[in-house]
């Protein structure tokens, strides 16, 4: 069994042949799918979808790419969801991302500080986008003791993943690391202890080595299981058991109901 720890199965990407990825994933021995959420008008469904599929849960938030969608009541109108419902796995898709012009930074970090107290609050991990921003998050991270989740496709530098390892979170790939061109990825994955790795797709984007410009679905990351496998050395088996062990005890299976 293995876990896809971020999937955005309620995209519209997977509206034709929803059922149809589902089904081929499971084949291939997917156990369990967490969808994070991006912005507030995206939380109905990633609720609806979890509520339809066997072992597929969701996460709340408001993702850094998706400005322009939030408002500062959402920040509240989390809070208030989180209250109402038991089973959500985590906060996210929260975040920075540096590719956004530096004025919008102040907005990025203040929805991203409020979010992360708010998991504090309710004691739920966070699922955390940072790209190009790696540092910043670390920062917000140290402030905030105690703060446990995922840096999920993580694309830093070893120097990095050790601190976000001694703050006690996981880091998460996917798909990006298994290209040729994802040396210095590959490095810093081979140097990691398994115990802080999770696997994910990130579906519909970053599709693995050998599948350019194609829709990544869940069924995939038994392939990029196989590659970060290979990548480091080790059994597929020994990175699925290690993997889906890490996401189990990351997301919490007594209280969210991950495991049952």
């Known amino acids: 069994m293995f876990i896809d720890s971020h999937c955005h199965f309620d995209f519209p990407a997977f509206d034709a042949d929803r059922d149809a990825c589902w089904q081929r994933a499971r084949g291939l021995g997917l156990g369990h799918l967490i969808i994070p959420a991006v912005n507030k008008v995206r939380w109905p469904r990633v609720m609806e979808i979890a509520q339809k599929y066997p072992d597929v849960h969701f996460a ?6 998706y400005l322009a969608d939030h408002q500062p009541e959402h920040i509240e109108d989390l809070r208030a969801h989180l209250q109402e419902r038991q089973h959500v796995v985590a906060i996210g898709e929260i975040g920075l991302d540096g590719t ?13 500080t409020a979010q992360l107290d708010i998991a504090l609050e309710r004691d739920l991990p966070v699922i955390i ?3 190009k921003s790696v540092d910043q998050v670390i920062k917000a991270i140290r402030q905030r003791p105690g703060l446990r989740g995922v840096v999920h496709s993580f694309s830093g530098s070893l120097q990095q993943a050790e601190q976000l390892m001694n703050q006690g ?3 998460g790939f996917g798909g990006a690391v298994t290209w040729d061109r994802a040396k210095r990825l590959q490095a810093v994955l081979q140097a990691l202890p398994a115990n802080v790795l999770l696997l994910e797709t990130d579906a519909p984007d970053q599709p693995g080595a050998g599948h350019a410009r194609e829709r990544n679905e869940p069924a995939w990351l038994a392939e990029i299981l ?8 080790e059994s597929h088996e020994a990175l699925a058991n290690a993997t889906t062990a890490n996401a189990l005890h990351l997301f919490k299976p007594d209280a969210s109901g991950l495991g049952d």
Do not use: D, K, T, V
């Open 100 to 112: 956004l012009p530096l004025s919008r930074f102040e907005e990025q970090w203040a929805y991203f």
């Open 129 to 131: 986008h940072a790209r």
């Open 226 to 233: 196989q590659q970060i496998a290979a990548i480091r050395g």
């Open 60 to 65: 709340l938030g408001l993702h850094p790419l």
């Open 169 to 171: 979170f996981m880091l």
